[in-house]
Nanobody, 129 residues
Framework: QVQLVESGGGLVQAGGSLRLSCAASDRTFSTYVMAWFRQAPGKEREFVAHINWSGSRTYYADSVKGRFTISRENAKNTGALQMNSLKPEDTAVYYC??????????????????????WGQGTQVTVSS
């Protein structure tokens, strides 16, 4: 069982930046793919970004493409989500997640939460207008 702990959330004005971190409890972290999801009040959890096990391939939701950057440091068992040009609609609880599978129906990424096994507790991001 791998435990994930997110940090770095907070309150920021529109146009500002935040960097979320995800710390894994186990060095097997390097063998998992990693993703970030978010959930706003009253809405379903939605995919934000995905990174493969080595960090060489990434994929983003259209809503964050060009503004967010996902990364990972396997030697430190950590991942991150750099969020720039934040908008009020980015307000949500952000979750880090990892999964065993490396390929999903021919794709190297998955936007489905069911395809990931371990989840963090989430960190709140609030963007004021």
């Amino acid at each position: 069982q791998v435990q994930l702990v997110e940090s770095g959330g907070g309150l920021v004005q529109a146009g500002g930046s935040l960097r979320l971190s995800c710390a894994a409890s186990d060095r097997t972290f390097s063998t998992y793919v990693m993703a970030w999801f978010r959930q706003a009040p009253g809405k379903e959890r939605e995919f934000v970004a995905h990174i493969n096990w080595s960090g060489s391939r990434t994929y983003y939701a259209d809503s964050v493409k060009g503004r967010f950057t996902i990364s990972r440091e396997n030697a430190k068992n950590t991942g991150a989500l750099q969020m720039n040009s934040l908008k009020p609609e980015d307000t949500a609880v952000y979750y880090c997640t990892i999964g065993f599978r490396q390929y999903f129906g021919g794709n190297y990424y998955s936007t489905r939460s069911n395809d990931y096994e371990y989840w963090g507790q989430g960190t709140q991001v609030t963007v004021s207008s």
